[in-house]
């Protein structure tokens, strides 16, 4: 092998590629951190909930407070779940002062928040600074092409560096924390395309809107912040969802689209979110809000099937690159399994490099990492969440059942009252669903909790 320009290529300054290059850098290893944006975060717009529990174990100077320099927005309080139909809306709604901080599970995240709304835009650059701060060389504006790979001693492909505009970088090991389902792995076929029924199609905005009129209409204190899960008619029926997320003077808001469902509905992206933008329901949330910025992007959607084999020769891949997001049904989460899988990444290849042994074998200490990890077990407890999804009932069944079941019982026609039991009964009949398709919706539900 040509002797290499850095000890290690980490592709992609999101959260797995910058804590995986601050965590080698901090093992004295050298680190090229490439980033295709012109500065981190450029690339990721709009926002999420992070859960920054293991960010703060990484970092203990993570700002617990919404300072001006915290790279986060608000405090999240309030989890909102509603089924969204044409005419009402149907919520779990969930508010708990206990959500204002954690406890962590190394005992030194004391007033720590649960969970805080951040803006990737300030995120981003954040992380890289620490990944920077320890030793990493970032490397803004380079879009990375391919994998370099050479033949190793079994004659199997060992990835030797990366290459873009024509130039090879070499190293020791590359990360891949490229974006979801690493395109860099898959166009070196060391990763399998992924069905279309395992991807989804996020659009996602960015919404002005001021402090005080955005407390008003969430019921928030200030500092405060709620997020928002959305199904049903708020996508015109296709299989996915809706996020609406508050930051400090902003909204996050989006839909996320299965592509198979998106497909066969003959409706483009763009139609679903201006669908959902205007929505009758939502206008108590988003009148007058100002879209500042828009943008788009694949979302993994296969949980834990998804993820498969992450350490190659050479090679591993962290974050949405391996397929880590998790949709409970209550949360979606993603970022903070990125972080977790960037630290052992970073972890791994270290421990690797220093026994002299980058091959599959000699990191594959990454992947056995990642499944003792809590990341890996919260990925194999949701394992049977996406077969959920996958039936039609969260998009438009359940959601009609229950308005008729609480239309029936909050509205007084004159008419004598029937029990519960018995309009439950009467919404399942006359939903247009066979009492076969329930008892499977039931039973996945069952199986996905």
Do not use: C
Request: aromatic share 6%.
């Amino acid at each position: 092998m040509t002797e290499p320009d850095f000890d290690v290529a980490v592709v992609g300054a999101g959260p797995a590629g910058s804590m995986a290059a601050m965590r080698l850098a901090q093992r004295n290893l050298s680190v090229v951190l490439v980033e295709r944006g012109e500065r981190p975060g450029e690339k990721n717009l709009s926002g999420g909930v992070l859960y920054p529990a293991p960010l703060a174990d990484a970092l203990p100077d993570f700002p617990r407070d919404p300072t001006p320099e915290a790279p986060w927005e608000r405090r999240v309080v309030r989890h909102v779940t509603s089924s969204v139909r044409p005419d009402s809306v149907t919520s779990l709604d969930y508010e708990d002062a206990a959500l204002l901080t954690t406890t962590g599970s190394a005992g030194s995240t004391a007033a720590l928040p649960n969970a805080v709304t951040v803006l990737r835009a300030r995120l981003d650059p954040w992380l890289a600074e620490r990944a920077q701060e320890a030793g990493a060389f970032l490397m803004p504006g380079m879009r990375v092409d391919s994998l370099v790979t050479e033949p190793g001693p079994d004659g199997a492909p060992r990835v030797t560096g990366i290459r873009a505009d024509g130039q090879d970088l070499r190293a020791r090991v590359v990360v891949a924390a490229d974006g979801v389902n690493s395109f860099l792995a898959r166009g070196a076929g060391l990763r399998p395309d992924p069905a279309p029924r395992d991807l989804a199609v996020g659009v996602k905005a960015v919404l002005a809107m001021p402090a005080g009129r955005l407390e008003d209409r969430f019921g928030l204190e200030p500092g405060q912040g709620a997020a928002h899960a959305l199904v049903g008619d708020v996508t015109a029926g296709v299989a996915g969802g809706a996020f609406l997320y508050t930051n400090r003077e902003s909204l996050s808001f989006g839909v996320v689209l299965r592509l198979d469902a998106l497909t066969r509905s003959g409706r483009s992206a763009h139609e679903v979110f201006e669908h959902a933008l205007t929505h009758p329901r939502l206008r108590r949330w988003l009148a007058g809000a100002e879209v500042i910025e828009y943008g788009s992007h694949l979302v993994s959607e296969s949980g834990h099937t998804g993820v498969g084999q992450v350490a190659f020769d050479g090679l591993v891949v962290a974050g949405d690159a391996a397929g880590l997001t998790i949709n409970s049904g209550l949360v979606l989460r993603g970022m903070d399994l990125a972080i977790t899988s960037g630290l052992l990444a970073g972890d791994a290849v270290a421990e690797a490099i220093e026994a002299g042994d980058a091959s599959a074998t000699g990191l594959h200490r990454y992947a056995a990492a990642l499944q003792a990890s809590t990341a890996g077990a919260d990925m194999r407890t949701y394992a049977r969440t996406p077969a959920l999804f996958h039936r039609p009932g969260p998009y438009g069944p359940w959601g009609e059942a229950a308005e008729r079941v609480l239309r029936g019982s909050f509205r007084l026609d004159g008419a004598p009252r029937r029990p519960l039991r018995h309009l439950a009964v009467q919404a399942v009949r006359r939903s247009g669903v066979g009492l076969r398709t329930w008892v499977g919706d039931a039973a996945a539900l069952w199986r996905s909790v």
